[in-house]
């Protein structure tokens, strides 16, 4: 069972940064993918950053292109979320979520969020203009 935590979240000012934190314990190869999703009130969950675990290649929403990045470190098996020039907009609560990769190549992170079977219990991210 894979299980995700979340942490680093809280509050910014308008073009400040965060860091958030995801620890994952019970990796398995079916849960390559990592994925950060965020969620403002009354609006879809979506997929922000995704990272391929095993390759590394990494996916950005367009919106946060040159602002965010995703990373991993796999010695401590945790994946990053580094948000600068944040906004007001990017006010929500923030998921890290694990997933199986488009297969049979096991390259490709989908984007949606049914894609995804092991989701952490969220933190939450405040921008204040």
């Known amino acids: 069972q894979v299980q995700l935590v979340e942490s680093g979240g809280g509050s910014a000012q308008a073009g400040g940064s965060l860091r958030l934190s995801c620890a994952v314990s019970?990796?398995?190869?079916?849960?390559?993918?990592m994925g950060w999703f965020r969620q403002a009130p009354g609006e879809e969950r979506e997929a922000v950053a995704r990272i391929n675990r095993g390759n590394g290649n990494t996916y950005l929403l367009d919106s946060v292109k040159g602002r965010f990045s995703i990373s991993q470190d796999n010695a401590k098996n945790t994946v990053y979320l580094q948000m600068n020039s944040l906004k007001p907009e990017d006010t929500a609560m923030y998921y890290c979520a694990a997933g199986q990769p488009a297969q049979p190549a096991g390259v490709y992170c989908y984007v949606g969020v049914d894609r995804y079977d092991y989701w952490g219990q969220g933190t939450q991210v405040t921008v204040s203009s």
């Open positions: 019970g990796y398995t190869s079916n849960s390559n993918c």
